[in-house]
């Protein structure tokens, strides 16, 4: 790194932030979960895992770190973050899509979040590869008419009106997609724009009424079976356009049990998580961030609002991971590692400042915090190397 990207990192760390772009680099321990993480993107089939380890403990940690593998292994990736208040809720399958729509990444543009970056990915790889690939396939050999292989009628519609070239098209199509119940009322207008419009570039024999009658605009009926369908063809289009696939990764999946009163909307997101657990809604890899009680926390939520016919061994049958705590010796590695990087942002030489009793010092002290540790023990080292560069000559 040089000095202005190791500023950036310095900047990030002073705040107890993970730095952007960097995070493996600041992983320490864990070793054999994170071998085990690595095979699980290393083999491409559909799989569900919850990653466990206590509040402040590197959950999020983790979920940067696989964000930042799966980009180098040119995955294309979606981190939501859960927050019933915020309206993401994961009984709302329709919410859930259009949050993985707002925070897409691909390996191409990294840091780049949403669904313009993906959308003209894709239209690139269409034109590049012309009518030799399997793209004849989604497009009906260019006809635009009708797709064997996408599932969702909103997608195929959504990526045919993107490869139209249509700025204001692909504007409807990003809002559409980024907030699809706020679409219900406004049904006319995606057919205008999206298909009436749009008539000279494809050969669609639809009548008005039919895209209304069969819903095709509607993400959220018939048990959102069009918000399950738009996520698998988000990641069958990641496959086609030469990606390992699409990843998601769900950070505060606790939301489901703290922020959801009714017990209804808990079950509907407990069924949601079986759904992407059996892949046969989403046949792509998703990762939740969770606390060891989670599982058991949600059959006590069920049990204590009557619920006693529930399945519970669902519970029992989702892949779970559980984070080993970090030592003392991982926290100075740790520690070493960010002296490094102070060192290399501000043309000094810290090692020659801090004596490494001084450095361990800090972080057993740091340690004496109990929640969030790791990042207490960051901030205060950070602080005390800036302490120590304001004062050195």
Not at 236 to 255: Q, V
Not at 262 to 273: K, R
Not at 308 to 330: G, N, V
Request: with cysteine; net charge negative.
């Amino acid at each position: 790194m040089d000095s202005f990207q190791a500023q950036h990192i310095i900047e990030s760390l002073r705040l107890g932030i993970p730095p952007e772009g960097y995070v493996r680099q600041f992983t320490v321990g864990r070793t054999k979960e994170i071998e085990d993480l690595i095979k699980r993107l290393q083999v491409h089939n559909e799989t569900a895992v919850l990653l466990m380890a206590n509040y402040g403990s590197g959950k999020t940690h983790l979920l940067k770190y696989i964000r930042e593998e799966s980009l180098e292994r040119n995955y294309a990736v979606s981190t939501v973050t859960i927050d019933s208040n915020s309206g993401v809720r994961f009984n709302r399958m329709d919410q859930i899509f259009g949050a993985v729509c707002r925070n897409i990444e691909i390996p191409q543009s990294p840091g780049q979040k949403g669904l313009r970056s993906f959308f003209n990915f894709l239209v690139g790889e269409i034109n590049k590869k012309n009518d030799e690939s399997i793209w004849q396939e989604i497009s009906n050999n260019w006809k635009w008419d009708y797709s064997e292989v996408l599932n969702s009628p909103a997608i195929f519609i959504g990526i045919r009106a993107w490869a139209t070239g249509n700025d204001k098209a692909a504007d409807i199509v990003e809002d559409w997609f980024f907030q699809p119940w706020q679409y219900k009322a406004k049904l006319k207008k995606l057919y205008t724009q999206l298909i009436e419009n749009l008539r000279p570039f494809f050969r669609d024999p639809r009548p008005d009424w039919k895209f209304y009658t069969d819903q095709v605009f509607t993400f959220d009926s018939n048990g959102y079976s069009q918000s399950w369908a738009a996520l698998s063809d988000l990641n069958i289009l990641a496959l086609y356009s030469d990606l390992n696939g699409l990843i998601i990764l769900f950070d505060e999946f606790e939301d489901v049990i703290t922020n959801l009163k009714n017990v209804a909307h808990q079950e509907a997101a407990f069924w949601n998580l079986f759904h992407f657990y059996s892949g046969k809604k989403y046949f792509g890899k998703t990762f939740y961030a969770v606390t060891p009680a989670f599982v058991e926390k949600c059959k006590n939520i069920l049990l204590n609002k009557g619920r006693w016919d529930f399945d519970f061994s669902l519970f029992d049958k989702l892949p779970t991971y559980e984070m080993s705590p970090l030592t003392t010796e991982h926290l100075y590695e740790l520690a070493m590692r960010i002296l490094e990087t102070h060192g290399i942002a501000y043309n000094w030489e810290p090692d020659l400042e801090m004596k490494a009793s001084q450095l361990l010092k800090i972080i057993n002290a740091a340690s004496l915090q109990t929640q969030d540790r790791a990042r207490h023990i960051i901030k205060s080292v950070v602080k005390a190397l800036d302490d120590l560069y304001q004062e050195s000559p």
